[in-house]
């Protein structure tokens, strides 16, 4: 009578080894499509803020007649606007940074990662007793995207004359604030160049594809979103806003 065979530990040990290479395999696709699920949720939210900002032009007055003004930062992470009098608080130079006042603007107060979004705008456009309107030149000191930290602001490669500008600070959410901290307690800073250009409070903004930390420019996964001065003159302005 034939005896009953069970598998060896050999056998065995090649069933786990080639379930180990399938499952590792399926893990890998699975961890891109949620990735790029954030991804694609962040540029959704990205760009609802950005829709809100121009909504908030739209409606908010200036002192000047028929003038308009855009939301001043959140500064002390209560996701409500900050005013030094007509101005925006913590204004350095011609530039406003903090966080999206999301609050103010009823949208999402975060990025796919927890993270808030990072919001700098033109402070002279910002200001409620100046505003902007048809007539209005140009900003003296426009925010700019470049596509490394190294260029000059009056010579950008990207975009010019921006009136403001959203980051979101990725997957690695070095230098971000998150939801689950405290006010005020980043997330570790970045170490590449073009990653801390998007964190000071300079007019030069980094927009470019990602790259992994042992690339050149080094770690690089920063989201960008903003709008020119003219644009946002034709979207705010289309039905009126002359002084």
Known sequence: MNQARGFTLIEMAIVLVIITILIGGLAMPLSAQIQARRIAETSRIMEEA??????????NPAV?????????PDIDGNGTEDRAGNACAGVLGAVATGFLPWVDLGVASQDAWGNRLRYAVVAELAAN???FSIGSPLPAQPLVACSNNACAAAAPDVANNLAFVLVS???????????????GTLLAAPNGPDEVANLDADPIYVSRAPTQPDAAAGEFDDRLNWISFPQLITRVCLTGCSP
């Open 50 to 59: 950005r829709e809100a900002i121009i909504g908030y032009a739209m409606t």
């Open 64 to 72: 000047p007649v028929n003038s308009r003004h855009l939301p001043c």
């Open 129 to 131: 007793n100046q505003g």
């Open 169 to 183: 600070h990725g997957p690695n959410g070095w230098g971000a604030q998150n939801i689950n901290n405290p006010a």
